[in-house]
């Protein structure tokens, strides 16, 4: 799979967002939140992401506190976090806020989080 462009939003609609992403390269987590959630989550530069409808989020910190999480606080649906990486700013978009893509029928990379 190549880039593409795709868009998503949180349950309510409050939160929506278009992104340039690879799915090729989704990452699940077994971290004590990602394991709760059931994320599957692409990494994409913080210029791959924008938001349409920037509703109000709730953000979330833990562990080593580099990622915030940001979620709806209407409907508490993740959508993205964001934080940095060797190469500047970063997007985790959860892949189950897509439209029009089945997050569980991709061929993710299984990030060990729980070990950290």
Same mark, same amino acid.
């Given at each position: 799979?190549?880039?593409?462009?795709?868009?998503?939003?949180?349950?309510?609609?409050?939160?929506?967002?278009?992104?340039?992403?690879?799915?090729?390269?989704?990452? +699940? !987590?077994?971290?004590?939140?990602?394991? *709760?959630?059931? @994320?599957?989550?692409?990494? $994409?530069? %913080?210029?791959?992401?924008?938001?349409?409808?920037?509703?109000?989020?709730?953000?979330?910190?833990?562990?080593?506190?580099?990622?915030?999480?940001?979620?709806?606080? +209407? !409907?508490?649906?993740?959508?993205?976090? *964001?934080?940095? @990486?060797?190469?500047?700013? $970063?997007? %985790?978009?959860?892949?189950?806020?897509?439209?029009?893509?089945?997050?569980?029928?991709?061929?993710?990379?299984?990030?060990?989080?729980?070990?950290?």
């Amino acid at each position: 799979m190549t880039t593409a462009h795709y868009t998503g939003s949180c349950q309510c609609g409050a939160i929506a967002y278009t992104v340039d992403a690879d799915l090729d390269s989704t990452v +699940t !987590c077994n971290c004590s939140r990602c394991q *709760r959630l059931g @994320s599957v989550m692409t990494f $994409v530069p %913080a210029s791959a992401f924008h938001l349409t409808k920037d509703g109000p989020v709730t953000s979330y910190k833990f562990n080593k506190l580099h990622i915030e999480h940001t979620f709806c606080p +209407t !409907c508490g649906i993740q959508v993205y976090a *964001r934080g940095d @990486s060797p190469d500047g700013p $970063v997007v %985790a978009v959860n892949c189950n806020t897509m439209d029009d893509v089945d997050p569980r029928a991709l061929k993710s990379h299984f990030y060990d989080g729980a070990a950290m």
